[in-house]
């Protein structure tokens, strides 16, 4: 697997879409994003137990945040390879794991569902939300089952539906009167929600040949901010995902009262603790 394009135009959309826009938010954010999900790659890691010696791959690894934390667990006789479309956040990355010293991981640029990766050795298929992205799902795990050793196990965090995700919903929802109407979204295109819909998710695994898919609901507190911090927390909620971009679409001055409905939407969620609202993932996991 070399470059960041595939045969065909497989993922076209969101190879851009991560090599444009969305790299330039997530590399400049990436310190902050990994502190907000903390709580998810605690659960997620603890649930996945990666031990030393292990063989892993951290598919959709972006910035690097989880691959560290798996090169760390694996220590020096395992191993630890992320897959990432994104040259900028894969680059970034390679950076940390350089300044972590890490030497027993690589990332390597390109598609996930084309890794081209041997067969049979890896003990562990991680992610967190680096999955939801393929034009054709079940092509994708099909293909990254086989890097698996028999028995070898997935384990992914995958965003639950848009309504249980409060941190996603409270902000849309304040800006949805004063923004444009915008056309239904299919549930299933590549997105954060592609994976919402459990039995769709279970039923993409099985058909890909894993064996034992089940999941997992957790809620988990997502910090946006500081206590006190809602100018802060707006901005967040405006610079990232869909609102973040509909509103670099805007004209400035309709963007105004946007920001408005969004800070109001927010304050109710300040507490001693900092503006928390909740977060819906599954858990994923599955056996090769
Ligand atoms: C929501 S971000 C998550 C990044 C990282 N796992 C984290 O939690 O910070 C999704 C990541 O998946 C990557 N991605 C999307 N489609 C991909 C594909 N077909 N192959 C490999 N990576 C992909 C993106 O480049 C991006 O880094």
Redesign the pocket.
């Known amino acids: 697997m070399t470059g960041t394009s595939t045969p065909e135009g497989a993922?076209a959309a969101?190879?851009a879409y991560?090599?444009d826009r969305?790299?330039v938010t997530?590399t400049t954010m990436?310190e902050r994003?990994?502190a907000l999900?903390a709580p998810i790659t605690a659960v997620a890691l603890q649930a996945a137990a990666p031990t030393p010696g292990e063989h892993v791959i951290?598919?959709?690894?972006?910035?690097g945040?989880?691959l560290i934390e798996l090169a760390r667990l694996v220590g020096p006789n395992g191993r630890a390879i992320g897959?990432?479309?994104?040259g900028p956040?894969s680059a970034r990355a390679r950076e940390r794991l350089a300044q972590a010293g890490l030497t027993n991981a690589q990332v390597i640029t390109?598609?996930?569902?084309a890794h081209g990766l041997p067969a049979g050795q890896t003990d562990l298929l991680f992610?967190?939300?680096?999955?939801?992205?393929?034009d054709d799902p079940v092509a994708?795990f099909t293909s990254l089952r086989k890097p698996l050793r028999p028995g070898g196990r997935l384990l992914c965090a995958v965003w639950r539906p848009f309504a249980d995700n409060p941190w996603f919903r409270v902000p849309m929802e304040a800006a949805r009167p004063l923004i444009p109407p915008q056309p239904p979204v299919d549930p299933h295109a590549?997105g954060?929600f592609a994976f919402a819909d459990g039995d769709r998710t279970l039923g993409i695994l099985t058909s890909a040949g894993w064996q034992g898919a089940a999941l997992v609901r957790h809620d988990v507190p997502m910090r946006i901010a500081a206590a006190g911090a809602v100018e802060e927390a707006t901005d967040f909620a405006l610079t990232m995902g869909p609102l973040g971009r509909l509103l670099r679409e805007m004209p400035a001055d309709a963007a105004v009262p946007v920001r408005e409905a969004v800070r109001q939407a927010l304050q109710p969620y300040d507490s001693p603790d900092g503006i928390i609202l909740t977060g819906s993932i599954w858990l994923v996991s599955a056996r090769a």
């Open positions: 993922n969101q190879i991560w090599n969305a790299a997530w990436q994003l990994d999900f951290d598919v959709g690894c972006g910035c945040g989880t897959l990432d479309v994104s956040m390109g598609d996930a569902s992610s967190r939300f680096g999955v939801m992205f393929f994708a590549p954060p």
